[in-house]
């Protein structure tokens, strides 16, 4: 069955902001966490450093009823990678109802920053957006009515 995913790059924090998610989502990992240790060693690279072992090398959250997954791992400098965040990415969620709109913008910003509150718009949604506090943006939209 086809699907669609966001991928989210963290610069070593990707197993707080999952678990962040999974509180929000009320959702659980699929598999286990995997870890960099896990990635056997190959004769081209070197070795990896003990400190970068145990971060993220891949976690899965279904969420939306399991109708769409966040995946995330740590990318960080030590790696060769160099995370920034921009304004030119957001994850649209849909929800069925005004209450589960509510309740994830309000965990989803918490501590955050609001950008739109939830309100009636001209296209004769419920839409708001925020930015969670790991710097991911997000827009919600439902078009129950009130």
Known sequence: MASVSTYLNFPGNTEEAFNF????????????????????????????????????????????????????????????????????NYICLSPDTRAETKRLFDGLSAGGKVEQDLQDMFWGDYYGSCTDKFGVKWMFNCREKA
């Open 21 to 88: 998610y999974k509180t929000v989502f009320q959702s659980e990992f699929m598999g286990d966490i995997m870890r960099m240790g896990s990635v056997p060693p190959t004769p081209d690279q070197p070795p990896m450093a003990e400190a970068d072992k145990n971060l993220v090398m891949h976690v899965t959250l279904p969420i939306m009823g399991g109708a769409y997954h966040l995946m995330g791992t740590d990318a960080t400098e030590s790696m060769g990678f160099h995370v920034v965040f921009g304004n030119n």
